[in-house]
């Protein structure tokens, strides 16, 4: 009895907390916790709690998720792609008679030594990263060595091919796909993707996928939650061989949506190239024609030097949205010497204050929250364990909110290997308040459960957040971040004439 006592008291508190950041939300939580009480009748009885929150998001979302007025019709997605050859990191690193050790990062990978250390370091963080292999008989026995491990799996790999398949799982949807396609990639891939002849090559590119658990340990790295190292020897990705025959065949293709990726790929093959490459793709990005939005999907990179090349002077500013993780946002607004810049890493769930100021950073900073500017960034969706945020500069995209919602829906479904989101199988990790910003004048916001998008404004630029029902016991993380762009995109929709 004196449990119920605690929970009413502490309801009560909770409510005139939250009457102060929105005054009709009280009644709306009460409404919901009354036909929920029955469900979550407190006794002596050891039996776990109905997940009744989780259980209200994913209904809500079900009314949220809503398709837009216009839809795409035709997606050019280039021009990474591979096939990834996923295994336990751990057993694998064990197959390679490699001991646990210190864990330390390398932003390219020379030796089995150094990606033992590199795995530990982003092991023990629990952090997804990507790293070059520069010596190519070594990593070619270390593929071997991958293929052969047991429960190995081979999947479609690359981000431009992860979204395609999602995209391609649409049957209104025509995707051209552009990047090296070996065969076995080729027998892969959905049935309407389509691929040019000039992006089939004789061999397939390999990347191989470290998976580890949460809660997985080896010596004294544990890992706090699911995730997974990646490593490859690619040059054809590497540089973007592909990139001119994807624009070349978008006069011909006339797709309503561009979108990119791997320019993360050209880092590890040195500066001399990527500086030379990198023009050569700011040029080829450039011939798309106005009318057509572009988004670019960025990934895992270690060098601040070429991060702020992309930031500042090449590539964001020329494209319409960009989708990114927490690791990629941190050392965006490092090498850009943004807000929150002195930040090394992320304390557990990224704070979303801290968040949105660097979301809004870069949209006006290298974006076009200021109607005078050049720019033509106006929307970024960004993605964490526990939540999303869609930023999107005012008058330019419709639908944000099942937009938000769909990529938080797949993020859910897609970890656990399901279709639609098992409610029993997942967790509410996300913060249910926070602030619009980590520094006065600072707007305090909460979680509705039952209508799970949160918006606020700052200037020019909104904000929709929704919570992530996080999968307990994961199946695969890889992939995961380029469906939830991908579903994202599918349920978004350009408002403004000219972008």
């Known amino acids: ?110 030796s089995k030594e150094d990606l033992k250390e590199a795995f530990i370091h982003y092991m023990g963080k629990g952090a997804a990263a990507e790293r070059f292999f520069s010596d190519k008989e070594v990593f070619q026995r270390i593929a071997r060595a991958a293929a052969e491990y047991p429960g190995a799996q081979l999947y479609v790999g690359g981000n431009a091919a992860l979204i395609g398949q999602k995209l391609a799982s649409n049957p209104h949807l025509v995707v051209l796909l552009c990047g090296p396609v070996g065969p076995k990639l080729h027998e892969m891939l959905d049935e309407q993707i389509v691929v040019p002849p000039e992006s089939l090559q004789e061999t397939d590119e390999f990347h191989l996928i470290l998976e580890y658990k949460s809660g997985e340990q080896w010596g004294s790295s544990k890992a706090p939650q699911a995730n997974r190292f990646i490593l490859s020897h690619d040059v054809s990705n590497g540089e973007m061989s592909t990139l001119e025959t994807f624009v070349a065949s978008l006069e011909e293709f006339q797709p309503d949506l561009v979108v990119l990726s791997g320019l993360h790929m050209m880092e590890g093959m040195g500066r001399d190239l990527w500086e030379e490459r990198l023009k050569e793709a700011v040029v080829a990005i450039s011939d798309v024609r106005n009318e057509v939005p572009i988004h670019l999907e960025l990934a895992s990179m270690t060098d601040r030097d070429y991060m702020n090349r992309i930031l500042q002077e090449q590539v964001i500013p020329i494209v319409n949205s960009i989708g990114l993780n927490e690791q990629e946002l941190l050392f965006l607004t490092q090498s850009g010497g943004g807000p929150h810049a002195d930040l090394t890493s992320w304390d557990g769930i990224p704070d979303v204050g801290r968040v949105s100021d660097i979301l809004l950073w870069i949209l006006e900073e290298h974006g076009r929250a200021d109607p005078e500017s050049e720019a033509d960034l106006t929307r970024i969706h960004f993605h964490t364990l526990a939540y999303h945020i869609l930023a999107t500069v005012e008058g330019h995209w419709g639908n944000q909110e099942a937009a938000v919602a769909s990529g938080a829906r797949v993020a859910s479904s897609q970890a656990c290997g399901l279709q639609t989101v098992d409610i029993n199988k997942v967790i509410l990790k996300a913060p249910l308040s926070f602030y619009s910003s980590f520094s006065e004048p600072r707007e305090s916001l909460a979680v509705d459960p039952t209508r799970p998008v949160t918006v606020w404004r700052r200037g020019n630029v909104s904000f929709h957040l929704t919570p992530v029902l996080v999968c307990k016991q994961p199946l695969r993380t890889v992939g995961l971040g380029d469906a939830i762009s991908a579903e994202g995109l599918l349920f978004s929709e350009v408002t403004h004439p000219s972008l």
């Open 1 to 110: 009895m004196w449990r119920k006592a605690v929970l009413v008291a502490l309801l009560a508190m909770g409510m005139g907390y939250l009457y102060h950041t929105d005054s009709e939300l009280p009644a709306r939580m009460l409404n919901y916790i009354s036909q929920s009480l029955p469900q979550m009748e407190l006794s002596d009885s050891s039996e776990p709690r109905p997940p009744a929150l989780e259980e209200a998001i994913a209904q809500a979302w079900q009314t949220l998720i809503t398709t837009p007025a216009r839809r795409w019709g035709r997606v050019a997605v280039g021009v990474n792609a591979c096939v990834d050859v996923v295994v336990s990191g751990v057993g694998l690193l064990q197959a390679l008679a490699l001991d646990p050790g210190p864990g330390r990062d390398h932003e390219v990978l020379h």
